[in-house]
Nanobody, 128 residues
Framework: VQLQASGGGSVQAGGSLRLSCAAS????????MGWFRQTPGKEREFVAA??????????LYENSAAGRFTVSRDDAKNTVYLEMNSLKPEDTAVYYC????????????????????WGQGTQVTVSS
């Protein structure tokens, strides 16, 4: 599985970005797809996830992302998106997409260790 993340950039606080994760796997809907972020010196943290088709595309968000970020999937394009609105300086990080085994276990979807394949990361910088 190969994942290619893109869409990062620099924006001012309150702005928006849409990250994309293009996958080489036959269909992203066969996997749980997650977004994580990481800042220097810190562990990779969960941002959002969307379940495989068996989980009916259920979405899950980290508390600070809920209400501002939206994760979605386009099966025809085999791509997962993270729409980020009302961005804050504390959202500054390298964002990674990941593919994991199908599951509807919320705790499992939040754990980076449960994901098997990772994209290369895309930098998001939010200035105040």
């Amino acid at each position: 599985v190969q994942l290619q993340a893109s869409g990062g950039g620099s924006v001012q606080a309150g702005g928006s970005l849409r990250l994309s994760c293009a996958a080489s796997i036959p269909t992203v809907s066969d996997y749980n797809m997650g977004w994580f972020r990481q800042t220097p010196g810190k562990e990779r943290e969960f941002v959002a996830a969307i379940s495989w088709r068996g989980g009916r595309g259920a979405t899950l968000y980290e508390n600070s992302a809920a209400g501002r970020f939206t994760v979605s999937r386009d099966d025809a394009k085999n791509t997962v998106y993270l729409e980020m609105n009302s961005l804050k300086p504390e959202d500054t990080a390298v964002y990674y997409c990941a593919a994991g085994p199908p599951s509807i276990n919320a705790e499992s979807m939040r754990r980076a260790s449960r994901y098997l394949s990772w994209g290369q990361g895309t930098q998001v910088t939010v200035s105040s």
